[in-house]
Nanobody
């Protein structure tokens, strides 16, 4: 069974920084795309940033220039460095990954449990 465990959320003042981590564990043959989503109260879940297995990245317009997604394939971990944080970045942040657990099986989508990020003075 595959698990995604996030860490690094918390309370930060506007203009501050946080670094989120998401580690995949369990029966893993290969990890393809790894993404970060967020969901604010009363809003739909939205894609924040994505990274392919080859390192290509994509960002939501609202975070371009402030957030950086990266991954360590040896550690099966994806990171989200968040700088110049704004109150509107407040949300629960979820890690998502496309993981193939067995060479004979197709890849499946997995989600972490979410980590709260609150930007407030």
């Amino acid at each position: 069974q595959v698990q995604l465990v996030e860490s690094g959320g918390g309370l930060v003042q506007p203009g501050g920084s946080l670094r989120l981590s998401c580690a995949a564990s369990g029966s893993i043959f290969s990890i393809y795309a790894m993404d970060w989503y967020r969901q604010a109260p009363g809003k739909q879940r939205e894609l924040v940033a994505a990274i392919t297995s080859g390192g290509s990245t994509n960002y939501a317009d609202s975070v371009k220039g402030r957030f950086t997604i990266s991954r360590d394939n040896a550690k099966n971990t994806v990171y989200l460095q968040m700088n110049s944080l704004k109150p509107e970045d407040t949300a629960v942040y979820y890690c998502n990954a496309e993981i193939q657990g067995d060479s004979r099986a197709p890849a499946s989508d997995y989600w972490g449990q979410g980590t709260q990020v609150t930007v407030s003075s």
